[in-house]
């Protein structure tokens, strides 16, 4: 069973950053096309960054966000820099082609 654990979420100041991690069971992340998507109140869910052999962003995060991954660990990450206060979200980690997701992590842009 896929297991997804997406923790470093927390308040950051407008222009302010923060690192997103995910970590996996029961499944090689460098196997699989990993996925990070954002879900603010009242708003449907949506992809922000892909990694497989390479990365792709939604237009508004590229050049801000960075995805990556360390398969030694198992995790895959996402630096997000220059936040804005409507990137308030709940993010979450997510494998191509799977069911299953973890229970997100809160990033809340705020002076």
């Known amino acids: 069973q896929v297991q997804l654990v997406e923790s470093g979420g927390g308040l950051a100041q407008p222009g302010g950053s923060l690192r997103l991690s995910c970590a996996a069971s029961g499944i090689i992340f460098s196997d699989n096309a990993i996925e990070w998507y954002r879900q603010a109140p009242g708003k449907q869910r949506e992809l922000v960054a892909v990694?497989?052999?390479?990365?792709n962003y939604a237009n508004s995060m590229e050049g801000r966000f960075t995805i990556s991954r360390d398969n030694a660990k198992n995790t895959v990450y996402l630096q997000m820099n220059s936040l804005k206060p409507e990137e308030t979200a709940v993010y979450y980690c997510?494998?191509?082609?799977?069911?299953?997701w973890g229970q997100g992590t809160q990033v809340t842009v705020s002076s």
């Open positions: 990694i497989t052999k390479g990365t």
């Open positions: 997510h494998v191509n082609g799977v069911p299953s």
